[in-house]
């Protein structure tokens, strides 16, 4: 599953590590087309970008990651693109290990890059939101989800023509996922390392209530 790839990555002030990211991932997949979305960065990103992408969509302010995403997949999908991988510009993804995402679409129409929760490699705080938000999400589309908070993603064309996620932030990624489960599609995990080391744009009490607010409402019924 290598041919005919996208690959988005949203960029929020990221001039420092882009370069080095699209570097490693062009060594593992030389034909993709990477698209490169400047989700209003205040430095050099959009330059950066010029330097090392395909294609450069630039927002003039910053509108959140899940606006970027959206903006990047339909970039990519109008250049008629069989498959798209999400993944951060910070380095906190390991850009290897979009090869295993592709393969794994074999299996599944979605395979999500799944974090370790181990004491000592995640952060306290996100192991436990991302437990929580995981099994929310699991138990609403009826499938064992490992990772729903993981932007580390490889979608088959099909999934991202047909799912049309809400919301502009962090909580697109989660919708996006019970919106995909709920119409059918496979979704699978495979296990990545993370560097957490690297600078998050993740707020944990902002972000994560907006993520809850999206769970609670299919739980809740709101959606249907």
Not at 43 to 55: I, K, L, N, P, W
Not at 203 to 222: E, F, H
Request: some cysteine; charged content about 25%; hydrophobic content about 45%.
């Amino acid at each position: 599953m290598t041919e005919s790839v996208a690959c988005v990555i949203p960029a929020l002030d990221a001039a420092g590590t882009l370069v080095a990211v699209v570097g490693r991932l062009r060594a593992v997949l030389p034909r993709a087309l990477v698209v490169v979305v400047d989700d209003g960065s205040a430095d050099a990103t959009s330059t950066a970008a010029r330097e090392c992408c395909d294609v450069l969509v630039r927002f003039s302010l910053n509108r959140g990651k899940g606006a970027a995403l959206r903006a990047g997949t339909a970039a990519a999908l109008e250049r008629g693109v069989g498959s798209v991988v999400t993944m951060d510009a910070d380095g906190q993804h390991p850009p290897e290990a979009a090869l295993s995402l592709l393969d794994a679409l074999g299996r599944a129409d979605i395979a999500i890059g799944s974090r370790s929760r181990t004491a000592g490699i995640m952060p306290l705080g996100r192991r436990m939101t991302n437990a929580l938000a995981s099994a929310a999400v699991g138990a609403i589309i009826g499938s064992d989800i490992a990772d729903s908070q993981s932007g580390f993603r490889a979608i088959r064309r099909e999934v991202l023509e047909r799912v049309a996620a809400r919301g502009d932030r962090y909580e697109y990624e989660t919708d996006f996922l019970i919106q995909a489960g709920r119409a059918g599609f496979r979704i699978a995990a495979v296990p990545i390392s993370t560097v957490y080391g690297a600078a998050s744009h993740f707020r944990t009490l902002r972000d994560s209530t907006r993520v809850v607010r999206t769970i609670w409402r299919y739980r809740a019924g709101a959606f249907r």
